[in-house]
Structures are given as C-alpha cells and as structure tokens.
Nanobody
C-alpha cells in the first residue's frame, strides 16, 4: 500500500509561481515511480511530470517542460512540483501518482492516487 498526500495548491495570479508537495508513505513506496498529473474541469486527467522508476530521470509533458520542475527529497519521502510562469490554462486539480511502470505517463499505468490539490490561476 502507498499513501500520497498533496499540498500547496492555491489561487495565484497569471505569471506567478507555486510549489506543490506530495508526501509519500508506505512500506513499498520506494519501489514505485512517482509523478504528477492534473485534471481541469470537463477534461480528462493528463500527465504533467514524473520520475523514471529505474534511473530517476525526469519526464515532462510539452506544456510543463521549461516551466515546471519535478524534484524529490528522499529523506523526507516527499516529491515536489515547482511551477513557474503559470497561466489560466494551468488551472486544475493536481494529483500525485505512484506507478510500477518505468515511466508513468498514462493514467492507466497508475496504481495509487493522492486526493488532489487545487491550483487556480487568475488572469
């Protein structure tokens, strides 16, 4: 079992920055690849960024690369998503995800989800 708890979502103005956190716990959490997804109202959940389960390499969606940075603190079992230059199109609920897949970029590859944290970007 893996438990994921997100935090850090809030209302921010366009052009601003925000850092999301995901606290991961569970005996087998280190055997999972962790990543971030998001879901905007009326849209499907989509991949944002992730670590590779094997090499620890970082992967980003086209909309996230150059603006978002995924990182982690293994000592704290916490993953982060630093977001810069936010736009109203980034408004969504952001979910932390855990997967046994090597590179979890699809929702179908996810075994565990957090409850989500809301990010709202005002224009």
């Amino acid at each position: 079992q893996v438990q994921l708890v997100e935090s850090g979502g809030e209302l921010v103005q366009a052009g601003g920055s925000l850092r999301l956190s995901c606290a991961a716990s569970g005996q087998s959490v280190r055997t999972y690849a962790l990543g971030w997804f998001r879901q905007a109202p009326g849209k499907e959940r989509e991949f944002v960024a992730s670590f590779s389960g094997s090499s620890g390499s970082r992967y980003y969606s086209d909309s996230a690369k150059d603006r978002f940075i995924i990182s982690r603190d293994n000592a704290k079992s916490t993953m982060y998503l630093q977001m810069h230059n936010l736009t109203p199109e980034d408004t969504a609920t952001y979910y932390c995800a855990a997967s046994k897949a090597r590179v979890p970029t699809l929702t179908t590859l996810i075994q565990y989800w957090g409850q989500g944290t809301q990010v709202t970007v005002s224009s």
